[in-house]
């Protein structure tokens, strides 16, 4: 059994994005789905500091520094991409614009609960950025997160167990081990990564899974 | 003849005072008025509360305008960066107060005291700890939370460009919430890399009208 | 005894103009005060559909189709002039942008109350346009009106008879005979044209009066 | 590819359906999408509620959606113009609903449509008959009243030029409630009278980013 990289796992993710959709997504791991869009699809990405059609880096020596994502990262402009201010950036994200915020999570929970701004025993200055907003606002919510704490402790919850950042808004989980969707039902496996079996996964998930009847084989390339 | 253009800081941040509220520019140090913000520990004014979307980094804008003491209150949404020594320290000495807003309820929470809204529902955190204390209301089956206007006192805001009736506009995502600011601030002040003639900026793509604007102060 | 025309009205209006002011005037007689803009002062006109720095009509031959006032009129734009969208417009105005709105009535009060949105036995639908925007959000209100209506009723009144368009918002009422204030002690009279005094002035108004100590003649150029 | 342009005003209108909420941009006829908006009689679609600030001038766009018998409902602030007969014989034979706005607040409430707010509180009209049967606050000392958004099933707005990703651009004072309306719509149709290459609209600029258009038709 061989979990995802944390590459392989943008990568699944981005496979699902389709043709003209407007996609945020947050800081760390999701913003690595940005290297892997799809070749044949136009996808607008949305960037909660005023932009639409971000690029990706810029080539070394053409680095704007008004020009930044969300993480801070240089960025570019896309043909047809605009800026404009944050009440119009966050207009977008709340009014239901955004047709999918792809972000990280500490917790899932087998209703979609949402748990991915607040730690325990943090004793930095708290922090909420965006997070609420896009869970709240955005047409659909995926999650991109380890499977399991460092420690092995579950993500994928039947409660969670941290603060929430919205509730029922999650509706499919890319884990380094499965592709999970939050279905009326409960929490669908629809794929899982080779050598791993339905036992295997709930082993190490909260949350009870069912296994989708088409379930396939999560397979990536060398990433 | 209008011309809001002044000479020099102290002149810029005339009339700030104890106690007041600064709405602070920028989104991870870009289009942060860091000189502005800077000059504002010179006023000698104290309690004041910051709004700003971070804490600022390292130690210069309001990274130092909160090192200095003079902040009694942070309002923020991600008070993170990639040097936040000081908000960390002073957070762990209990030495300032922070009001955690998410990032679009605060933009909305400064339009709102622009317009003239006293309050309004948003799902946003409705579900959460930051909802505590505040008016519910389920509307139509889902639940909202009320939030209030967030006027300031003073915007210190960073622009590229302005005229003379201080007409701003800004370069790609240095924008973010200097605009909104502009509005909800009772005397706003721009710092800017330029001066451009009156009537030389393009009318459909003035992104603050001069009305928002009193002060201009160049800082290249 | 004289009364002013409507265009003496409206330079009177406009000699109080301040530098600098952002103004916006309503449809109508207002709309005369842009004529009579001081020449020493730079006064901003806000237009309600989404125009500040407004100037006067084009030359004939240099109208532009897209380019009209709040009464459809055609206008031109002033270097430093800006355009922008109705939201953005009327939360300049709601918002308490706007230095003073100088509008039309049909009855002002005693107390500041204005009227000036609908009358009775209109067969016509109702029409309420920025009125009340104008009058619930401007920094000042400012009215400009006959003294009289035409069969001789009074329009500065005890109480309102007509619908208001908002309660206590009116500081300073511009007549065809008078200048006054709408002060803490009631309605205060600036300025009377030669040949009427107080008592002559109390007959053709509702609500009471008082003389400021500093009253002044109210002299105009003929226009 | 993302391909915004339609060939047609029947591909443009096409899913509009008995009972929907049409928002019609324009202020005294400058920026109304005439065309667009009559093919809208053409469409068969009844019962209309058309939220527009004037009620149409002659017998032309708007007013003629009205004569037409297919609107069951105005929403507007100002059904006035050089030539009011359509709504004025409406009006006179109790064919057709008013609902009297405030402009400030019918912007605002499809702004609040637009930006997930769930209604807010204004001064506006709070003082006057038009709050009749609303709900009432005093919020520091002022009396507000709550309004509630205002969506569209379909926004027909009017703009100058626009790209395949539906960014789109306007003239002078033709702005005025299209942007708002194209925020507020849930199917947004941008009549333009000219395509611009993508990329070649200054970013800068983009009155309307094209996350809020969903259709574009040419009608020079």
Known sequence: ?223 | MIDKIVDGFAAALAGIKDGDTLLCGGFGAVGEAFALVEAVIETGARDLTVVCNNAGSGQVGVAALLKSGKARKLICSYPRSLDPTVIDDLYARRAIEIELVPQGTLSERMRAAAAGIGGFFTRTGADTQLADGKELREIDGKLYVFERPLPGDFALIKAHRADRWGNLVYRKAARNFNPVMAMAGKVTVAQVSEIAELGSLDPEAIATPGIFVDRVVVHP
Chains 1, 3 share one sequence.
């Open chain 1, 1 to 223: 059994m061989m979990p995802l990289t944390r590459r392989q796992m943008a990568w699944r993710c981005a496979q699902d994005l389709r043709d003209g959709q407007y996609v945020n997504h947050g800081i760390g791991m999701p913003t690595l789905v940005s290297d892997y869009l799809p070749a044949d699809r136009e996808i607008v990405l949305h960037s909660e500091n005023g932009i639409l059609g971000m690029g990706g880096a810029p080539k070394p020596g053409e680095e704007d520094p008004d020009l930044i994502n969300a993480g801070r990262g240089k960025a570019t402009l896309h043909p047809g991409g605009s800026f404009f201010h944050h009440n119009d950036s966050f207009l977008m994200i709340r009014g239901g614009h955004i047709d999918l915020s792809i972000m990280g999570a500490y917790e899932v929970s087998a209703s979609g609960d949402l748990a991915n701004w607040a730690i325990d025993g943090d004793t930095r200055a708290p922090g909420v950025g965006g997070a609420m907003d896009l869970a709240a606002g955005a047409k659909e919510v995926r999650v991109l997160m380890e499977h399991n704490a460092k420690d092995g402790t579950p993500r994928i919850r039947a409660r969670c167990t941290l603060p929430l950042t919205a509730k029922a808004c999650v509706k499919r989980v890319y884990t380094n081990l499965a592709v999970l969707d939050i279905a009326r039902e409960g929490v669908v496996v629809r794929e899982m990564i080779d050598g791993l079996d339905l036992a295997g996964l709930q082993k190490l998930t909260e949350a009870r899974l069912t296994l989708a009847k088409d379930w396939k084989r999560l397979v990536t390339p060398v990433l």
